[in-house]
């Protein structure tokens, strides 16, 4: 089963980009905006690593560290506003397994989370499953179509295998991931070839029509029925998403 994290942060902006970005990256991510949602979180499900913001209202992430019984949490990663080195210095005396500074830049927080992850075991399990054998491997489904986000396979609704490129395999996971929301080319191009990549217009149309071809069908139904062009404004994914 794939690695589950979760960030804790009071931001709804750097939720939704940070889990985002991880759940390209193959981690399955739960939010939660306080330390009532976290614990909530905990008694829930099993966590391999939370990302902490320390900068929170009410309860700050130091206090929800200090209260957390270190010998049964999960591995956890700090984030702290530069140049608050106390924050640093406190939270990793209390226990932080790694702490980065905010803003914090999504690549340099995926290296650190599997750095923590090496340490602790990469392959920590999410959930108890009773029974003894591995449990099926959930797929994303939309439109007739199916996506193994783990196995990095598309298949048609006829169940044939569409080859998908590196970009468009993380393209496709983006919109399926945020479906029926319009998501605007600059948060395209962050999520689906990262921050460093060559921020223009014209390379995300490319890639979208590629993609757009890849889910043509022989109907002639697909690609432009499944991502919508909003014009001034980006590409929306026009299907319900259902992951089972």
């Known amino acids: 089963m794939a690695t589950r994290l979760l960030i804790v942060d009071d931001d709804p902006g750097i939720r939704e980009l940070t889990a985002a970005f991880l759940s390209g990256h193959g981690y399955l ?3 939660a905006v306080d330390g009532a ?3 909530a979180a905990l008694a829930a499900e099993r966590y391999a690593l939370v990302v902490l913001d320390v900068m929170m209202p ?3 992430g130091l206090s929800i560290l200090r209260s957390l019984d270190r010998a049964t949490a999960p591995a956890i990663i700090i984030l702290s506003v530069i140049g608050e080195e ?4 406190v939270g990793l005396e209390m226990g932080a397994d790694d ?11 995926l290296a650190r989370i599997r750095s923590v992850l090496r340490r602790h075991g990469e392959h920590r399990p999410t959930r108890i499953v009773s029974g003894g054998g591995a449990p099926p491997r959930p797929f994303q489904r939309f439109a007739d179509w199916r996506l193994d986000a783990a196995g990095r396979q598309l298949f048609d609704p006829d169940d044939v295998v569409i080859n998908l490129s590196d970009g468009e395999f993380r393209l496709l996971m983006t919109l399926v991931e945020h479906p029926r929301r319009v998501l605007t080319r600059d948060f395209l191009l ?8 060559e921020h223009f217009d014209r390379a995300i149309d490319v890639q979208v029509s590629r993609l757009r071809r890849r889910l043509h069908r022989t109907d002639g139904r697909g690609g432009d029925d499944l991502i919508r062009t ?3 404004e980006g590409y929306m994914f ?3 998403v259902e992951t089972r």
């Open 29 to 31: 991510v739960d939010v």
């Open 37 to 39: 949602g976290m614990r």
């Open 58 to 60: 009410g309860e700050d």
């Open 86 to 89: 106390v924050d640093r210095i």
């Open 99 to 109: 702490y980065v500074a905010k803003p914090a830049n999504p690549r340099e927080l």
């Open 190 to 197: 962050d999520h689906s070839r990262g921050t460093n990549a």
């Open 230 to 232: 909003v014009r001034n």
């Open 238 to 240: 026009a299907a319900d």
